[in-house]
């Protein structure tokens, strides 16, 4: 699709508006509509324009291939960790400390920059959407690698 | 009332409009515009967070998905010799079930059905003090009330990328294109020299 200028152009005015979009959906799901499925799909669909239009070599320099694979398992170990994390903190009860449930927010109360920085259930909420957004973009991005290079149709557009 | 009816009529038409088409090609395109249609639709229900879904997955990654297929698999239909009466039969009769299912369904917005009863009615406000005055109900319910649920659909995600990384990967490099780009080009160097 390299000939084609005006797609080339608008896509590049486009994508970082959809990326940025992609990143209010992830960190404002808790308060709007939205949430980790939603934004990773988003932000996916953002890398596969840029390689539909620019080819898969450009994307795959943007974001490559052995860093989309590591980013799958990260996200999910970003999830199960925060609930082991809140089992090992535990929460407080009565004045001492009790452990926690898996998954417990709770236990993630704390005291730094009262009012700025997250804690407590909203601290929870925004680790475990942040490993769901990342699993799920870079389950999609790397479908979207694994898929194109199979199609005599971007193969050709590469090297022409 | 206008809009439903008009999106409503526009998805028929469109599925219709699939279903007799002999270019594969045109007919994935119209896939994509009925999940657009779809994600209007999800849109005027109130569900935006579907809508986000639908429109990037239903209208983005699976349209391109299908695309890849078609540049695979050739773009014509293969004209069919067999009958349609027995699979026109079998859609009647699977559609017709359907709408009967759906004839006891409670009206959309109803107060008295069971979605807007059943479910304890302070849950609102419950949330409000469990997540110390996070907004969002659905996002408490996904994330931290549910989040078992959430964590097991993550891994879902995970296990169906791992999958399709088994299947179509056979070696490690056969995913990137700058590797594969780069040896091509220095086999042909090899070659012409």
């Not at chain 2, 773009?75 to 069919?80: A, L, V």
Request: net charge neutral; charged share 15%; aromatic share 10%.
């Amino acid at each position: 699709m390299n000939s084609f200028p005006i797609i080339r152009v608008v896509s590049k005015l486009i994508i970082p508006y959809i990326l940025l979009f992609g990143l209010y959906v992830q960190f404002h799901g808790d308060f709007g509509p939205g949430g980790g499925f939603q934004a990773g799909v988003i932000l996916a669909s953002a890398l596969i324009l840029y390689g539909l239009v620019f080819g898969l070599p450009a994307v795959q320099e943007v974001a490559p291939p052995r860093v989309i694979e590591k980013l799958i398992a990260l996200g999910v170990l970003i999830y199960a960790g925060t609930g082991i994390a809140t089992t090992l903190i535990g929460r407080t009860h009565d004045g001492g400390q009790v452990p926690a449930n898996f998954l417990d927010y709770e236990a993630l109360n704390h005291d730094v920059l009262h009012g700025f920085l997250p804690h407590g259930q909203h601290l929870g909420i925004f680790l475990v959407e942040f490993g769901v957004g990342i699993t799920v973009t870079a389950v999609m991005t790397m479908i979207f690698y694994c898929f194109a290079g199979r199609s005599r149709l971007f193969n050709e557009k590469a090297s022409a | 009332m206008f809009v439903s009816v008009s999106i409503l009529t526009l998805l028929a038409v469109t599925a219709i409009a699939i279903a007799r088409m002999r270019d594969l090609w045109a007919a994935v395109m119209f896939t994509g515009i009925f999940s657009f249609l779809g994600a209007s639709w999800m849109l005027i229900l109130d569900a935006p967070d579907v809508a986000f879904t639908e429109a990037a997955v239903g209208a983005g990654i699976s349209t391109f998905l299908m695309l890849g297929t078609l540049a695979l698999a050739g773009k014509k239909e293969k004209p069919t010799t067999a009958s349609p009466i027995v699979p026109l039969l079998v859609v009647g009769i699977t559609g017709a079930a359907l709408v009967y299912g759906t004839l006891d369904m409670p009206h959309f917005g109803d107060p008295a059905a069971p979605v807007q009863t059943r479910i304890e009615p302070g849950f609102v406000e419950k949330s409000q003090h469990d997540m110390h005055g996070l907004p969002n109900v659905v996002t408490a319910l996904l994330a931290s009330y549910r989040g078992y649920d959430t964590l097991g659909e993550t891994a879902v995600i995970f296990t169906a990328g791992i999958a399709v990384l088994m299947i179509l990967r056979r070696d490690p490099e056969d995913c990137d294109h700058r590797v594969t780009q780069k040896s091509a080009s220095t086999e042909k160097k090899g070659r012409s020299s």
